[in-house]
């Protein structure tokens, strides 16, 4: 059983360009939140998708933007990259109410802004 | 922003001794979740423990929850060298419905063999 696939592993990107982070959620699970992670930091949470809309979001400009597609994978995008948005950024899938399970996350994306 | 803060920010301790880790959050919760992450990884969900619960056990991880003082603590008893990781805690706001969850900034544990 597949868990979370996120694509790529790894990015390096210049100030002000673009970039489309990937996630497959685990099976059987509806709902995907993004978040992104700083080195020596927590998780800071970016938005959560359920059914193909956007239902919390974080305290992050709209620069950074979201889809959910029909077979619940997603797609996170950040415009006119800034230095400080080099981290870790991690997709969890889940079902829209909590159960024991909590969380499945991917191992991530580590993204670099020169 | 971050709903839970854990305590202390870094731990060392030696093979075989308990790890206790703490939280503290702002806001009433429905439940909390601590998770582990192992350096540059994904996190990896350890257990969960709903507001009306006020303590849970998973083998070597016991959790307890006083809403009262809106705190939580992860106890890792006969720690062993493979548990050094990050811990941290999650919370939901009992305000949203939803799966939605913020977490603190973990405290870093490591276990000298």
């Known amino acids: 059983d597949a868990g979370v696939t996120q694509s790529p592993t790894h990015l390096i990107k210049t100030r002000g360009q673009q970039v489309t982070l990937r996630c497959s959620p685990k099976s059987g699970h509806d709902t995907v939140s993004w978040y992104q992670q700083a080195l020596g930091q927590g998780p800071q949470f970016i938005f959560q998708y359920y059914e193909e809309e956007e239902r919390q979001r974080g305290n992050f400009p709209d620069r950074f933007s979201g889809h959910q597609f029909p077979n619940y994978s997603s797609e996170l995008n950040v415009n006119a990259l800034l230095l400080g948005d080099s981290a870790l950024y991690l997709c969890a899938s889940s079902l829209l109410r909590p159960t024991n399970y909590g969380y499945t996350f991917g191992s991530g994306t580590r993204l670099t802004v020169v | 922003s971050q709903q839970g803060e854990e305590d202390p920010q870094a731990l060392s301790i030696q093979e075989g001794e308990n790890a206790t880790m703490n939280c503290s959050y702002k806001t009433s919760i429905n439940n909390l979740q601590w998770y582990r992450q192992n350096s540059g990884r994904g996190l990896v969900h350890l257990i969960l423990?709903?507001?009306?619960?006020r303590e849970k056990h998973s083998g070597r991880l016991r959790v307890t929850l006083d809403t009262s003082k809106k705190s939580s603590s992860l106890l890792i008893t006969a720690s062993r060298a493979a548990d050094t990781a990050s811990y941290f805690c999650a919370t939901d706001a009992r305000m949203s419905n939803n799966n939605d969850m913020r977490f603190g900034a973990g405290t870093r544990l490591t276990v000298k063999p």
């Open positions: 423990i709903r507001s009306n619960e």
